[in-house]
């Protein structure tokens, strides 16, 4: 997804990530976290993606997410009442974002919030850690159908953000999380942005050739129906995509 395509309300939210400072700490410091090591996998509470086979050769903003315990382990929503650990679904990642712990609440009681949240943050499900959070994420998609248009990999991401009120917020979704990890994500190398575009690029080239501009036409249609139908399902029609 390209910044062009990024709403205001992505921005905001992304720029309540940049600019959230939380209150004094009530609860020990964190420990210090491990390296990324891109040969074994690890990237220690990052979001990482991959391009998805055939869709992200026709909408290369789409592909697969997931969200990393500390120690670096991979979690992903891959299958109906399935969520993969330390076995990424599609290919080794291609971008990761590694999040701030001190921009996510873990309150001891509902009186030690340090989001502004609060009780929403208690009644949505709070964690004292963030591996827990990721814990009770896994526990609710456990029992959850997959399916790419309502229920899919963002929506175990943004239901575990939500959990860590992570930038002081409880309104991540499909969309934010999408536009946060393609306008901040760092490629893991120059290979990683080659798989994910190349086929793309082969496809629009081939079809162009074979089919003309009414081939170009149809597929910008498509990835705009996708946009559209992402968009009115997390902003305007509630409930209807599960986060």
Known sequence: MSSERVFPMELELIGDVESYDPNKRTYPEFW?????????????????????????????????????????????????????????????????????????????????????????????????TWDTALRSGMNHFEHKSYNLFTCNCHSYVANCMNRLSYGGSLKWNMVNVAALIFLKGCWVDSMSVVRSFFPFVVVLCLGLVIAGWPFIIGLSSFSLLLLCWFILGSYCMKGVLEC
């Open 32 to 128: 210090p976290l491990d390296v990324v090591d891109f040969k074994k996998a690890r990237f220690p509470c990052c979001v990482v993606w991959t391009p998805l086979p055939v869709v992200s050769w026709l909408a290369p903003f789409i592909g697969h997410l997931g969200i990393c315990r500390e120690d670096g382990v991979i979690m992903d929503f891959s299958g109906s009442n399935f969520v993969n650990i330390d076995n990424f679904a599609y290919g080794s990642v291609a971008r990761y974002l590694q999040l701030d712990r001190e921009q996510c609440c873990f309150p001891p009681n509902l009186a030690s919030h340090l989001c502004k949240n609060g009780f929403k943050h208690s009644e949505y499900g709070t964690s004292l």
